[in-house]
């Protein structure tokens, strides 16, 4: 079918022209004559040709023709000559491009096909597609999210956190990314000061930048940000206690509540955004599990752990803040995808996350093992924090190394990695600290990977 409209649009075959005969095409392309008949059948519908009855089949009058100026004129292609930069009111850096695929890949957040839960979710999407699925998804709901997703977010996902929440304190995201954007707009406005962790997440960084805030750099431990002066000096901050980006750090509860006190004197609002929680072995409640004073918003990714392309994530805040934040997502797009969300709603809804938790963190439990040996066999010297459940490790090196240096030796060993000087705010032009992650890379290769590694940080070191 694709091969007849692709020959029609380049107008080798004029319109009027009869077709072949569904026995001529089946007999020509060795193929069925029941795929013929589909193929004809479909291009009917789509217009591209017309069946007569008694006489064949036609392509139709002009059905692919692009649109035509009078006198023969076409459209006229538009010059790149124009200064567009001067035009702007930000100028953005461009995303780092994805390196090539390597075959030891230690980088964070990329998608592994052998733990995301096929069937599963293959089942879901199906069932999303059910007539009564549909009617309830595919209306017009305004900016409203889809009630069954909050409600099993609530029941399913926040409880593991130790967070109670109401469905009008919840707002569904696309990703955690979107959270954080439509956080930061909402209380990083002109004559606040907003504190961020340093090294802490770029893409906090990032959307601090863009704010009329004043950002703050906030010291840190290996509990994680303390709390001090810093805080209080701060309208608002982010903070990812859960388990620290990227230093693994999960702050410690005495640590937590002291944080929330100092908050409470200083009356600073706490943006906890989540990373990779869900498969700690010994989880504490979240800070706004124990906050008492409303001042907590939390952020969360489902698509994190289960799939970057997911792009589902929520904001759990005060009703006060929910209703603007969805106000200020309206702008933007009214929600996310409904049949998405009516998808990974039936994905909890049948007992699905729980199970696919399960086996990500007997399997990732492995790659941890591996890699905890492959280090202090391969790296004995190097400093390496880890936290079980997480998959990421943070290697502290003896000495800053130039990220170009260290990314030519990795590409010249087939390895992809993350150089830090990403997550630093002060620092420019070398690292002292690599990430190391075994989200992607199986078990069988991680030790020839530390291997290669190995050889990598002592041609630069």
């Given at each position: 079918m694709q091969a007849i409209i692709d020959t029609i649009r380049e107008h080798e075959v004029p319109p009027g022209t009869r077709l072949p005969s569904t026995r001529s095409l089946s007999r020509r392309l060795g193929i069925s004559r029941n795929t013929a008949i589909a193929a004809i059948e479909a291009m009917a519908e789509q217009g591209v040709v017309e069946i007569r009855n008694r006489s064949g089949c036609y392509v139709a009058s002009n059905p692919l023709a692009p649109a035509r100026l009078p006198n023969g004129r076409t459209p006229a292609m538009p010059s790149p000559a124009r200064d567009w930069l001067r035009r702007f009111s930000v100028v953005l850096p461009e995303a780092s491009p994805r390196p090539p695929t390597a075959e030891f890949d230690f980088t964070y957040g990329q998608f592994d096909p052998t733990l995301?839960?096929?069937?599963?979710?293959?089942?879901?999407?199906?069932?999303?597609?059910?007539?009564?699925?549909?009617?309830?998804?595919?209306?017009?709901?305004?900016?409203?999210?889809?009630?069954?997703?909050?409600?099993?977010?609530?029941?399913?996902?926040?409880?593991?956190?130790?967070?109670?929440?109401?469905?009008?304190?919840?707002?569904?995201?696309l990703g955690g990314q979107q959270g954080r954007f439509l956080v930061a707009q909402l209380l990083a406005g002109q004559g606040?000061?907003?504190?961020?962790?340093?090294?802490?997440?770029?893409?906090?960084?990032?959307?601090?930048?863009?704010?009329?805030?004043?950002?703050l750099s906030l010291p840190m431990?290996?509990?994680?940000?303390?709390?001090?002066?810093?805080?209080?000096?701060?309208?608002?901050?982010?903070?990812?206690?859960?388990?620290q980006c990227p230093t693994t750090a999960v702050m410690p509860l005495d640590r937590r509540e002291a944080l929330l006190d100092c908050a409470t004197r200083a009356d600073t609002i706490v943006v906890e955004d989540t990373f990779e929680v869900e498969l700690l072995p010994d989880p504490l409640p979240a800070l706004h599990g124990l906050d008492r004073t409303g001042r907590v918003i939390h952020i969360g990714s489902m698509s994190k752990l289960i799939a970057p392309g997911l792009r589902m994530g929520y904001v759990v805040a005060p009703a006060e803040v929910t209703r603007q934040l969805r106000a200020l997502r309206r702008l933007m797009h009214r929600h996310p995808p409904g049949n998405n969300q009516r998808a990974l709603a039936l994905f909890l809804a049948h007992g699905h996350y729980g199970a696919f938790l399960r086996r990500a963190y007997r399997v990732l439990g492995e790659r941890n093992d591996r890699m905890c040996a492959a280090l202090a066999r391969h790296l004995p010297e190097m400093q390496v924090r880890h936290r079980r459940g997480a998959s990421t490790f943070w290697m502290t090196l003896p000495s800053p190394?130039?990220?170009?240096?260290?990314?030519?030796?990795?590409?010249?060993?087939?390895?992809?990695?993350?150089?830090?000087?990403h997550f630093f705010d002060a620092q420019k032009g070398g690292i002292g600290h690599l990430q190391l992650s075994v989200s992607n890379l199986p078990a069988e290769r991680i030790e020839e990977g530390v291997k290669r590694l190995s050889r990598v940080l002592r041609g630069v070191l």
């Open positions: 995301f839960p096929t069937n599963p979710w293959r089942a879901c999407e199906r069932r999303a597609l059910a007539v009564t699925e549909i009617e309830a998804w595919a209306r017009d709901t305004g900016d409203a999210d889809d009630p069954m997703l909050v409600d099993y977010l609530i029941s399913t996902v926040l409880a593991r956190q130790g967070i109670r929440a109401r469905p009008e304190e919840v707002i569904v995201t606040t000061t907003t504190g961020f962790e340093n090294p802490g997440m770029l893409e906090t960084r990032q959307v601090l930048e863009l704010m009329p805030t004043r950002a431990d290996d509990d994680g940000v303390i709390a001090g002066p810093e805080v209080e000096a701060c309208d608002t901050i982010f903070l990812t206690p859960g388990h190394v130039p990220d170009q240096a260290l990314a030519a030796r990795a590409a010249s060993e087939n390895l992809s990695v993350r150089p830090s000087v």
